[in-house]
């Protein structure tokens, strides 16, 4: 494999009584567009495969050892048993298996439509054991929805089906509350863009809803489309919580992180807006009531798209944003600039940075136009520079037509609010007040 490009993981072996330097390594699996690895995990028994079948995740086990005449085959090949659990699961990480004689394994799923559910596999046994997930189907959603709660059972029958578990309620799953529908978006130059949505099913309303479109699309992270327990006050509300898988993040292997990083970073950009866009047009939220929210580079992902269709947002909430890289990346003694030099382009590079000043946030604030109202939040002890966020929001004041009814809000804090608890249960409440109070009033 030296030397070759590669866009996903792979997975390679070599006899560990080998006494050739170089060691040789050969493919354990044939490569292959459609089923990906995405994880590995061991036990004496069994090889764990975290793999991705186009967005959809899937577990699935191989009896170790594996066959010499199947080595270097496709997966299918290899009799993978499909291990069960519900539909819209967003990741899955394997747990701190270090026992390599045990034959159960520890997984953490996370859902859309389910809080995160730390669990047992028995690779003997073929039985899911809970160990952890909370519990929200408490008597005032009963209240609410007028419907009976899960049972708390935390054991799964075996006998599940490969596409569904047969007693989904065991999972402490939301889906009888909540729907969760994907959608693949086409952007400006026809790459399909894979859009995740969540709404009430009680509530839902063809082109009256309220929505909520997340965005990151950067350094080759997965967006994080997990249950949080903040958003079931919007979602109660009626409003559409939506996620928008652009280039430059993990979703689609390393060509799909390439195509939005550098001089190609514009494309992150374009395809936030072809999403937002498909969710007006498609009725699936109100014209006039859609909002943005974006954290760290994601905030620079949708401060970026304001800029280029401020009329298509009411209201944006940027949490942490990177606001000002034509400035920030000419300093390389901050701590983060060496390795945005590889996310956003290096500016001593004329292509570089004439990207960088293309969708740099700060540098493109439209003159005399309406922007949505918007609510900055950042903090003195963050990586990101405080005075970032101070001056973007000094310029799109100056520079934008005043609305009273749309305001562009700074908070600051002292304190680092990803450590405590508090704050973040008080920062949330703040940007949903704000949210509700722009959109929803």
């Given at each position: 494999?030296?030397?070759?490009?590669?866009?996903?993981?792979?997975?390679?072996?070599?006899?560990?009584?080998?006494?050739?330097?170089?060691?040789?390594w050969?493919?354990?699996?044939?490569?292959?567009?459609?089923?990906?690895?995405?994880?590995?995990?061991?036990?004496?028994?069994?090889?764990?495969?975290?793999?991705?079948?186009?967005?959809?995740?899937?577990?699935?086990?191989?009896?170790?050892?594996?066959?010499?005449?199947?080595?270097?085959?496709?997966?299918?090949?290899?009799?993978?048993?499909?291990?069960?659990?519900?539909?819209?699961?967003?990741?899955?990480?394997?747990?701190?298996?270090?026992?390599?004689?045990?034959?159960?394994?520890?997984?953490?799923?996370?859902?859309?439509?389910?809080?995160?559910?730390?669990?047992?596999?028995?690779?003997?046994?073929?039985?899911?054991?809970?160990?952890?997930?909370?519990?929200?189907?408490?008597?005032?959603?009963r209240?609410?929805?007028?419907?009976?709660?899960?049972?708390?059972?935390?054991?799964?029958?075996?006998?599940?089906?490969?596409?569904?578990?047969?007693?989904?309620?065991?999972?402490?799953?939301?889906?009888?509350?909540?729907?969760?529908?994907?959608?693949?978006?086409?952007?400006?130059?026809?790459?399909?863009?894979?859009?995740?949505?969540?709404?009430?099913?009680?509530?839902?309303?063809?082109?009256?809803?309220?929505?909520?479109?997340?965005?990151?699309?950067?350094?080759?992270?997965?967006?994080?489309?997990?249950?949080?327990?903040?958003?079931?006050?919007?979602?109660?509300?009626?409003?559409?919580?939506?996620?928008?898988?652009?280039?430059?993040?993990?979703?689609?292997?390393?060509?799909?992180?390439?195509?939005?990083?550098?001089?190609?970073?514009?494309?992150?950009?374009?395809?936030?807006?072809?999403?937002?866009?498909?969710?007006?047009?498609?009725?699936?939220?109100?014209?006039?009531?859609?909002?943005?929210?974006?954290?760290?580079a994601?905030?620079?992902?949708?401060?970026?798209?304001?800029?280029?269709?401020p009329?298509?947002?009411?209201?944006a909430?940027?949490?942490?944003?990177?606001?000002?890289?034509?400035?920030?990346?000419?300093?390389?003694?901050?701590?983060?600039?060496?390795?945005?030099?590889e996310?956003?382009?290096?500016?001593?590079?004329?292509?570089?940075?004439?990207?960088?000043?293309?969708?740099?946030?700060y540098?493109?604030i439209?003159?005399?136009?309406?922007?949505?109202?918007?609510?900055?939040?950042?903090?003195?002890?963050?990586?990101?520079?405080?005075?970032?966020?101070?001056k973007?929001v000094?310029?799109?004041?100056?520079?934008?037509?005043?609305?009273?009814?749309?305001?562009?809000?700074?908070?600051?804090?002292?304190?680092?609010?990803?450590?405590?608890?508090?704050?973040?249960?008080?920062?949330?409440?703040?940007?949903?007040?704000?949210?509700?109070?722009?959109?929803?009033?």
């Amino acid at each position: 494999m030296q030397g070759q490009p590669v866009d996903h993981h792979y997975l390679l072996r070599s006899p560990v009584t080998s006494s050739c330097i170089p060691r040789n390594w050969e493919n354990v699996f044939a490569n292959d567009q459609l089923l990906t690895i995405e994880d590995v995990d061991f036990c004496h028994s069994h090889l764990l495969l975290i793999v991705k079948d186009r967005q959809k995740y899937g577990l699935y086990s191989v009896s170790l050892p594996l066959s010499n005449d199947k080595v270097g085959g496709h997966l299918q090949e290899f009799n993978l048993q499909k291990l069960p659990f519900p539909d819209h699961v967003s990741q899955i990480f394997p747990g701190p298996n270090y026992d390599f004689n045990s034959s159960t394994m520890r997984f953490t799923i996370t859902s859309p439509v389910m809080p995160d559910a730390v669990v047992d596999y028995d690779l003997l046994s073929g039985q899911w054991t809970i160990v952890q997930q909370q519990n929200l189907l408490y008597e005032r959603t009963r209240v609410l929805y007028g419907s009976a709660s899960s049972t708390s059972n935390s054991r799964i029958p075996n006998n599940l089906s490969e596409n569904s578990a047969a007693d989904e309620s065991t999972w402490n799953d939301l889906s009888e509350y909540y729907a969760c529908d994907e959608y693949e978006v086409p952007s400006y130059d026809g790459a399909l863009i894979p859009l995740t949505i969540l709404y009430s099913r009680h509530r839902k309303t063809n082109g009256e809803n309220p929505g909520l479109l997340h965005g990151h699309g950067a350094y080759g992270e997965v967006l994080d489309k997990r249950w949080r327990n903040e958003m079931k006050s919007l979602l109660d509300r009626g409003w559409v919580i939506a996620y928008a898988d652009v280039r430059g993040g993990g979703g689609g292997g390393r060509k799909w992180y390439h195509d939005g990083r550098r001089t190609k970073k514009l494309n992150s950009v374009k395809d936030y807006i072809c999403c937002a866009k498909f969710l007006i047009e498609r009725e699936v939220v109100q014209e006039a009531k859609l909002a943005g929210c974006g954290y760290s580079a994601g905030g620079f992902l949708v401060a970026s798209a304001i800029n280029y269709c401020p009329d298509l947002f009411r209201a944006a909430v940027l949490k942490v944003p990177f606001l000002d890289p034509t400035h920030t990346l000419l300093l390389p003694i901050l701590p983060l600039t060496p390795d945005d030099y590889e996310e956003f382009g290096y500016p001593g590079d004329i292509e570089d940075f004439r990207s960088i000043r293309e969708c740099s946030p700060y540098d493109n604030i439209r003159k005399d136009a309406l922007y949505p109202a918007i609510l900055v939040t950042s903090s003195f002890n963050t990586r990101f520079g405080v005075w970032e966020a101070a001056k973007w929001v000094a310029r799109v004041r100056e520079y934008s037509i005043y609305d009273p009814s749309r305001p562009v809000i700074l908070n600051l804090t002292t304190d680092i609010v990803e450590e405590n608890r508090y704050l973040q249960s008080k920062e949330a409440a703040m940007e949903t007040a704000f949210l509700i109070k722009m959109v929803d009033s």
